[in-house]
């Protein structure tokens, strides 16, 4: 028998767990049926035909799942294919069942118009070389910065501004801040809509672990942060005016007052790198995670040119929910 490639919902009942299976193997939450449908009506920005599976003699070995998103470069708006999900099993490793997966991938979103495919990996990952081989290119990897807090350094919050945790309920108010702060921006943006209401919905972010920042009790902007023992983790933040960024690090420092204080996967670092070389962070260029592009019409660097200058634009926005 020859290997099948089939869209998820050509996938047989008997061979969901099996799929399920797969995804668990790389550390995937369980999707199945039920959280599909679930997605899709919250508004996860899914492929309609959700991705392609290798499967053979009954048994599922590889895996691509598709979401569409939008990128914003200066010449303006366009829908691109995000890849993601690539997994396959272990022992059916080096058959070359990814390769046929990303050429039917390929094939269906060329023939849907879109002219780009994006994926994020990690460079020192396996499949980085893989992905080069199918034409992907390094675009852009989000830089970091991080400092030391002592807690009596920690600056007190100007008068008139006010913290609160986010709670659920706050997902639309979270969108607009974010949909405000990158109006005027370029890059992956705008976010699908409800991306904060799915995101909750499914665990993949805590509501708690977001920040609202008000001035005078209107909101301004919020940061996404985690935390540990011994360090906070800033890796989204947004912010309708840039009036209001040195506060907004103040309220970051004082959440990680006596621990390290790390900022990355945000081009928050890009835009405050002065302020921030002024409080005495130490930075990095750039980090392991890299988004990877290739064109699906022509060759495959077609049009990298064009994107290199997008990311290079002090335009450029990129959070953490941006990383499909």
Not at 70 to 87: C, D, F, P, Q, S
Not at 280 to 292: I, K, N, P, R
Request: overall charge positive; charged content about 25%.
């Amino acid at each position: 028998m020859t290997v099948q490639v089939l869209a998820y919902a050509e996938i047989p009942p008997r061979l969901i767990s099996q799929l399920v299976a797969l995804g668990w193997s790389d550390g995937d939450p369980p999707f199945d049926p039920p959280v599909i449908r679930k997605s899709l009506a919250l508004g996860f920005p899914y492929a309609e035909y959700v991705g392609v599976f290798a499967v053979e003699h009954d048994q599922v070995l590889s895996q691509v799942f598709v979401e569409r998103h939008t990128l914003t470069t200066r010449n303006g708006h366009e829908k691109i294919a995000g890849i993601t999900g690539v997994v396959t099993r272990p022992d059916a490793q080096g058959r070359g069942l990814s390769s046929r997966l990303f050429e039917e991938v390929h094939r269906r979103e060329r023939k849907r118009g879109l002219r780009r495919a994006l994926l994020w990996t990690r460079r020192s990952w396996g499949a980085h070389r893989l992905y080069e081989k199918l034409g992907y290119r390094d675009l852009y990897t989000p830089p970091t910065a991080l400092r030391r807090l002592r807690g009596r350094t920690v600056p007190r919050r100007p008068a008139g501004y006010t913290v609160t945790v986010a709670r659920r309920r706050d997902a639309r108010l979270l969108e607009t801040l974010l949909r405000d702060s990158t109006r005027e921006r370029i890059g992956l943006v705008p976010r699908a809509p409800g991306s904060f209401r799915f995101r909750f919905a499914f665990g993949w972010r805590n509501p708690k672990d977001h920040r609202i920042l008000r001035r005078h009790g209107r909101p301004v902007g919020y940061f996404h942060a985690t935390s540990s023992s011994v360090h906070v983790g800033v890796n989204e933040a947004a912010l309708r005016s840039a009036d209001d960024l040195p506060v907004l690090l103040d309220c970051m420092e004082r959440q990680a007052a006596g621990r390290w204080l790390t900022i990355g996967s945000t081009t928050l670092v890009q835009d405050a790198t002065a302020l921030l070389r002024e409080r005495g962070y130490t930075f990095q260029s750039g980090s392991h995670g890299t988004l990877m592009v290739r064109s699906l019409r022509g060759a495959p660097s077609a049009g990298f040119d064009e994107l290199v200058e997008t990311v290079a634009d002090p335009r450029f926005s990129c959070q953490r929910g941006e990383v499909f």
